[in-house]
């Protein structure tokens, strides 16, 4: 059973940093596109950032040039470096997977940036 296993996250101070980390399980294949979603309370998922096998990233307007992306396809992980982060990143992030045309997602992990 294919399975996306997303690590990190937790409680940070506005300013600070946190890493996401998202492993692909289950499948001998890697997924064609790896990211990240969030969802804040009251609001829609959306996107914070993309990354297809040998491509470059997409991210969501809001995290540009705060966030980075990145796979190792070797261990068909992806992670997430979140910096400078504000009050309004706080949310559950999603790890989202596609491959053969199916779509994946992680468990959700929470992420608070609060003083």
């Known amino acids: 059973q294919v399975q996306l296993v997303g690590s990190g996250g937790g409680l940070v101070q506005p300013g600070g940093s946190l890493r996401l980390s998202c492993t692909h399980v289950?499948?001998?294949?890697?997924?064609?596109?790896m990211g990240w979603y969030r969802q804040a309370p009251g609001k829609q998922r959306e996107l914070v950032a993309t990354?297809?096998?040998?491509?470059?990233?997409q991210y969501g307007d809001s995290v540009k040039g705060r966030f980075t992306i990145s796979r190792d396809n070797a261990k068909k992980t992806v992670s997430l470096q979140m910096n400078s982060l504000k009050p309004e990143d706080t949310a559950v992030y999603y790890c989202?997977?596609?491959?053969?045309?199916?779509?994946?997602w992680g468990q959700g992990t929470q992420v608070t940036v609060s003083s």
């Open positions: 989202y997977g596609k491959g053969s045309g199916v779509e994946y």
């Open positions: 289950g499948s001998i294949f890697n997924m064609y596109v």
């Open positions: 990354l297809p096998g040998g491509g470059r990233g």
